[in-house]
């Protein structure tokens, strides 16, 4: 008999047909935003899931759903995984890392340049008609090539980010991580490590590329906004929750720094009505690994390891030992 899974939200068609070969399934392909009740009355019976960021796995989820033994995040991040419940619960997480790199240093790259180049306030102001000359400070704003580039968080995107700053545009690339890269890694990326103090007050452009968890939640806050210089970017492509929100949208209208571009928000997909008001600022609704192979390649990895855990014994990007 087939262990029975569920796949919480809507996934490409062949992803599915692939698990149908090794698994009962019962699928999601209508999308439905499921409550935490629902999605906990689907697992009950299931010995896998494929979940994605959005679907909570806590300690009140495992509790009542005793056959449960591995989820499957659709994503890199996994901060919609309780991983020390789980571990308690012998249930195993895995999540997607490698596979969406280079494309989400691609588009946090692309954000970047928007913001810098205010080509959101542009074409709004295009679009709503409003362009009738052509004046020598015309949405001007700073350049990119050999600005100063700010890392928060140096893992394998961050890296990216810093490979195309530094050779494709010239950039000086300055970076803070909780431990410094080896000075190979460094050399790659053409990169310094400095202090979080220092970063913030030397960047021209910073992007936050760091995982979220209880240590950083609102990294960037009011206090860390006023380090920043005011002809700063500002560039989220990380977790919602790292950057305080309310002080952002109050940074941005009063121009302590400015500008902003963002993909990620606290609480999404709600986005703090402030950021909606505010003209100096990008917004993404969370798609900066959206390419179709690169999703189409999170599906797979995400798949393989409920197939790899079922068949083999073992997954093949695990995160816990449980």
Request: proline fraction near 4%.
């Amino acid at each position: 008999m087939k262990p029975s899974i569920l796949v919480a939200r809507a996934v490409f068609p062949e992803v599915l047909q692939k698990l149908a070969q090794h698994f009962e399934v019962e699928s999601n392909q209508s999308d439905e935003t499921w409550s935490k009740a629902q999605l906990t009355d689907k697992l009950r019976d299931k010995a896998g899931a494929f979940t994605t960021g959005t679907d909570r796995i806590d300690a009140e989820v495992l509790a009542a759903c005793p056959q449960l033994k591995i989820c499957a995040n659709m994503a890199v991040g996994y901060n919609n995984f309780d991983i020390a419940a789980m571990t308690a619960a012998g249930v195993l997480a895995t999540n997607t890392p490698d596979v969406l790199t280079e494309t989400t240093a691609d588009f946090g790259f692309a954000l970047m340049m928007a913001t810098a180049r205010r080509m959101t306030e542009s074409e709004h102001y295009l679009r709503a008609g409003q362009w009738t000359k052509w004046s020598y400070d015309m949405f001007a704003g700073s350049d990119i090539h050999g600005a100063t580039l700010g890392i928060l968080g140096m893992g394998r995107i961050g890296q990216g980010i810093a490979k195309r700053g530094a050779h494709g545009f010239g950039m000086n690339v300055v970076y803070h991580n909780r431990s410094r890269l080896d000075a190979a890694s460094e050399a790659a990326c053409k990169a310094r490590y400095v202090s979080k103090e220092e970063l913030l007050k030397t960047a021209d452009h910073l992007v936050l590329v760091l995982p979220y968890s209880a240590a950083s939640h609102h990294a960037i806050g009011a206090a860390e906004l006023a380090q920043m210089k005011p002809t700063a970017t500002l560039v989220n492509i990380a977790r919602g929750g790292i950057v305080d929100d309310a002080a952002l949208a109050a940074a941005l209208r009063d121009r302590r720094i400015a500008a902003a571009g963002l993909d990620v928000f606290e609480g999404e997909p709600a986005v703090h009505p402030d950021l909606l008001t505010v003209p100096n600022v990008v917004l993404t609704p969370h798609i900066a690994s959206a390419s179709v192979p690169t999703r189409l390649a999170m599906a797979n990895l995400a798949a393989d390891n409920l197939i790899a855990f079922f068949t083999q014994g073992k997954a093949l990007t695990p995160l816990n030992a449980a």
